[in-house]
């Protein structure tokens, strides 16, 4: 079956750095993306990966590896309005997104 | 000038009634969903449309019947509500069906059923 799987919950400091894993099995992969959620609000995107390796986009990298079926974002330089929920979605063989559950990340000061 | 808006965004209602939401898109896109987002969060897609066409249909009670008159716009009617029905229910639209650009997501209606 198609799974993804992702931390419920994390905690981290204001400034420092955080990393937050997806593991997915899918039937046939195109991409992995990364969306963040305010609480009451709509997902918005962050970042999407089809290749191996690092991404960069600010603060914010998303690291894909397609052999171990995992990637992970990372927050740097964390701030207050980083607090939100981190959802892992993986693009199956019929471009269909498969949703992990979120990781709700809190920042503290 | 919103790209994908919802309407209402609040919708309070009792056990048995018919409700619906609508959705409009002005991104040009051909694709739109309907997502289920419960109390756990977890995202649960519900339908998906393509050119008007219906391509994916979850396991979704027949209750909920979505409709799309045109590509901007997919609407979601649902019959007998029941309690379980309550969550916020996001709409969605990509440029197609069959490429890798990211979803955008409309505001959510949230949805209680008493």
């Known amino acids: 079956g198609q799974n993804i799987d992702q931390p419920t919950e994390m905690t981290a400091t204001e400034g420092a750095i955080v990393q937050i894993n997806c593991t997915y099995q899918t039937s046939g992969f195109n991409g992995l993306f990364w969306y963040q959620q305010h609480a009451g609000e709509a997902p918005t995107f962050l970042s999407y990966n089809v290749l191996d390796g690092l991404e960069e986009k600010g603060r914010f990298s998303s690291f894909l590896s397609r052999s171990k079926g995992y990637s992970y974002l990372l927050l740097k330089e964390l701030q207050m309005k980083d607090s939100a929920s981190y959802l892992c979605?993986?693009?199956?063989?019929?471009?269909?997104?498969?949703w992990g559950a979120g990781t709700k990340l809190i920042i503290k000061p | 000038d919103t790209a994908v808006s919802q309407t209402p965004k609040y919708l309070v209602t009792q056990m048995g009634n018919d409700k619906s939401i609508k959705c409009e898109q002005n991104?040009?896109?051909?694709?739109m969903y309907w997502y289920k987002q419960d109390s756990k969060k977890f995202l649960k897609i519900m339908f998906s449309y393509n050119n008007k066409e219906l391509i994916i249909n979850e396991t979704v009670p027949n209750r909920f019947s979505p409709k799309s008159p045109d590509t901007a716009h997919l609407n979601l009617h649902i019959n007998s509500l029941e309690l379980g029905d309550s969550a916020v229910y996001f709409c969605a639209s990509r440029q197609g069906a069959g490429d890798t650009d990211e979803q955008f997501f409309g505001p959510g209606t949230r949805l209680t059923v008493l």
């Open positions: 979605a993986a693009m199956d063989s019929n471009y269909q997104l498969i």
């Open positions: 991104l040009g896109h051909d694709t």
